[in-house]
């Protein structure tokens, strides 16, 4: 079973509409929770952490946090197509060394 | 001016040359990381390092070695590249304290013929 798991998609959504991204992990112990979007060809960019259970708003952006279905998800109110690109849910596990990432879900605005 | 600098941003090679990809940074974070990205297999952790004395391995360390030549700078070597090192690189930091998010520099993308 992989650390993290997210729906590789493509997700499609048109414009305007509310975007949902998740992503389950499997280490009960985790504590810090990161979505990151990325840009074909560029790097990764932080856009949201989380710690603790519930809902985190920024923006049009909002995380929401589960750690007893030990899941974490984002939303993306109003959608752009600049909002096109892959969103990668990122986790540190128990001891928090290392910052495990999943493969990512790629979103597609539709004008 | 970026705030996680990668040399070289792109760079084709052949197999069995030597191969060194640099990373420096301005934030002043303590700690270091350098992954690769495949496409379907997303970012795997190759080397870290929490301080200049401070080296790890990641998940995919073999064929690879590093140097963390001052708080700043931390660098990539293949000694002898071969074609499945084939990848995008990335090089990130983050603040010395534990669960903190890890800040991307633009990535050399590198191919071995």
């Known amino acids: 079973q992989k650390e993290v798991e997210q729906n590789s998609g493509p997700l499609s959504v048109p414009e305007g509409a509310i975007a949902s991204l998740n992503c389950t992990y499997s280490?009960?112990?985790?504590?810090?929770f990161f979505w990151y979007r990325q840009y074909s060809g560029k790097s990764p960019e932080l856009i949201m952490s989380?710690?603790?259970?519930g809902d985190k708003e920024d923006g049009r952006f909002t995380a929401q946090l589960n750690k007893a279905s030990q899941y974490v998800s984002l939303l993306i109110r109003d959608s752009q197509p600049s909002d096109s690109a892959t969103y990668l849910c990122?986790?540190?596990?128990?001891?928090?060394?290392?910052?495990?990432f999943g493969t990512g879900t790629r979103l597609t605005v539709i004008p | 001016d970026a705030d996680v600098t990668q040399t070289p941003r792109n760079r084709i090679t052949k197999t069995g040359k030597r191969i060194m990809l640099e990373c420096s940074q301005t934030?002043?974070?303590?700690?270091m990381y350098w992954y690769r990205q495949d496409p379907g297999l997303g970012l795997r952790l190759i080397y870290y390092?929490?301080?200049?004395?401070?080296?790890n391995k990641g998940e995919i360390s073999d064929g690879y070695s590093v140097s963390r030549q001052a708080q700043a700078k931390f660098s990539l070597s293949l000694e002898s590249a071969i074609p499945n090192q084939t990848a995008l690189y990335f090089c990130?930091?983050?603040?010395?304290?534990?669960?903190?998010?890890?800040?991307f520099g633009d990535g050399t993308r590198l191919s071995i013929l």
């Open positions: 990130a930091t983050s603040d010395r304290y534990s669960n903190q998010p890890q800040h």
């Open positions: 280490d009960r112990g985790s504590q810090s």
């Open positions: 989380i710690y603790s259970n």
């Open positions: 990122a986790i540190y596990g128990t001891g928090a060394n290392n910052l495990f």
């Open positions: 934030k002043g974070h303590d700690r």
């Open positions: 390092s929490f301080d200049v004395k401070d080296i």
